[in-house]
C-alpha cells in the first residue's frame, strides 16, 4: 500500500492552494487520514488536520477557518484546501494515514504510512 500525494506548489501570500492524497493497494482498511507539515528548520512534523471514520475532524490551532480537510472514503483519497496562506504555511506537507488489512493473519493491528512530502511554498 503506498500513499501518493498532488498539489504543491509556490503561491503569493493570501493565495490557496489545494493538495491532494491517494491511499492505493489492496485489502486494506482506513482508520484516518490526515496531513501533517515540516517547516523548514525544524525538527518536528506537526499535525495540520486529520480525518477519523466516526467523522470526527481535528485541525491544528494555526490552520483553523483557512484549511479544510475532505475525505472520500469511497475513493480512499483526502484533500487539504489551504486558504489565506501565509509564509509560516510554507513546509513540505505529508499525506499520513493508518491503515488496516482485515482477514490478514500477518498483518494484524493498525498500521502508520506516510507520502513522499509534497513542498509548499508561501512568499509575500
Known amino acids: 500500500v503506498r500513499l501518493v500525494e498532488s498539489g504543491g506548489g509556490l503561491v503569493q501570500l493570501g493565495e490557496s492552494l489545494r493538495l491532494s492524497c491517494a491511499a492505493s493497494?489492496?485489502?486494506?482498511?482506513?482508520?484516518?487520514m490526515g496531513w501533517y507539515r515540516q517547516a523548514p528548520g525544524k525538527q518536528r512534523r506537526e499535525l495540520v488536520a486529520r480525518a477519523t471514520n466516526d467523522g470526527s475532524i481535528y485541525y491544528a490551532d494555526s490552520v483553523k477557518g483557512r484549511f479544510f480537510i475532505s475525505r472520500d472514503n469511497a475513493k480512499n483519497t483526502v484533500d487539504l484546501q489551504m486558504n489565506v496562506l501565509k509564509p509560516e504555511d510554507t513546509a513540505v506537507y505529508y499525506c499520513?494515514?493508518?491503515?488496516?488489512?482485515?482477514?490478514?493473519?500477518?498483518?494484524?493491528?493498525?498500521?502508520?504510512?506516510w507520502g513522499q512530502g509534497t513542498q509548499v511554498t508561501v512568499s509575500t
Open positions: 499520513n494515514a493508518e491503515f488496516t488489512f482485515p482477514g490478514n493473519t500477518y498483518y494484524e493491528g493498525a498500521y502508520e504510512y
Open positions: 493497494g489492496s485489502g486494506f482498511g482506513l482508520n484516518w
